[in-house]
């Protein structure tokens, strides 16, 4: 089964930046599509960035950039001038295409947390 680890999350001062990290188990890690996402206290899990297996990326946001190293089966949020209200628990997800739907993700990891300070 694949498995998918974060790391990279921590404490930071509005205006930061901070470089998320997922790797993935899977030997087929070049052929899925990844996404990121986060979740804040009281809300829904929300969209954050996607990346096709090819490299293709959909940020709505321009302070956050999505890259991958398939080499490494790892894939990166790079994420500049953070503000509090990006305050979450950040996740990745694997799946058969790029979408910002999570119901189209099959195997998520288990998030880390990313707290911004004003």
């Known amino acids: 089964q694949v498995q998918l680890v974060e790391s990279g999350g921590g404490l930071v001062q509005a205006g930061g930046s901070l470089r998320l990290s997922c790797v993935a188990s899977?030997?087929?890690?070049?052929?899925?599509?990844m996404g990121w996402f986060r979740q804040a206290p009281g809300k829904e899990r929300e969209f954050v960035a996607a990346?096709?297996?090819?490299g293709g990326t959909y940020v709505p946001d321009s302070r956050f950039t999505v890259s991958r190293d398939n080499t490494k089966k790892t894939v990166y949020l790079q994420m500049n001038s953070l503000k509090p209200e990006d305050t979450a628990v950040y996740y990745c997800?694997?799946?058969?295409?790029?979408?910002?739907?999570?119901?189209?993700?099959?195997?998520w990891g288990q998030g880390t947390q990313v707290t911004v300070s004003s």
């Open positions: 899977s030997r087929a890690f070049s052929n899925y599509g």
């Open positions: 990346i096709s297996p090819t």
């Open positions: 997800a694997l799946g058969p295409v790029v979408s910002r739907d999570e119901r189209t993700y099959t195997t």
